[in-house]
Nanobody, 124 residues
């Protein structure tokens, strides 16, 4: 599978960005998609995920500010980010998993395919 992220950039605090993740894989609906981020000097952390029933989960620090949704016709998952804060600055990665929907969905080890990442910088 090929996973391609886009949409990152530089934004001021309080601003918004929409990240896109396009997945080239047969039976896209079968997979759950996750977003992770990694700041310099820190471990990669889970941000959000969505399954084929459009159930979604979010880490506490982005709850109410980020929204994940998918366009099945385009094999694309989006992460709409608003009220961005400097601490949201990181490389954001999209990942694909076929391992079902359970507590493991929030760990990097659950995912089979990863994109190359897109940089998000929140700064004035």
């Amino acid at each position: 599978a090929q996973v391609v992220e886009s949409g990152g950039g530089l934004v001021q605090p309080g601003g918004s960005l929409r990240l896109s993740c396009t997945v080239s894989v047969p039976n896209f609906d079968y997979y759950a998609i996750g977003w992770f981020r990694q700041a310099p000097g820190k471990e990669r952390e889970w941000v959000s995920c969505i399954n084929n029933s459009d159930d979604a989960q979010y880490t506490d620090s982005v709850l109410g500010r980020f929204t994940i949704f998918r366009d099945k016709a385009k094999n694309t998952v989006y992460l709409e980010m608003s009220n961005l804060k400097p601490e949201d600055t990181a490389v954001y990665y999209c990942a694909v998993t076929s391992r079902g929907w359970g507590p493991w969905i929030q760990t990097v080890h659950a995912y089979d395919y990863w994109g190359q990442g897109t940089q998000v910088t929140v700064s004035s």
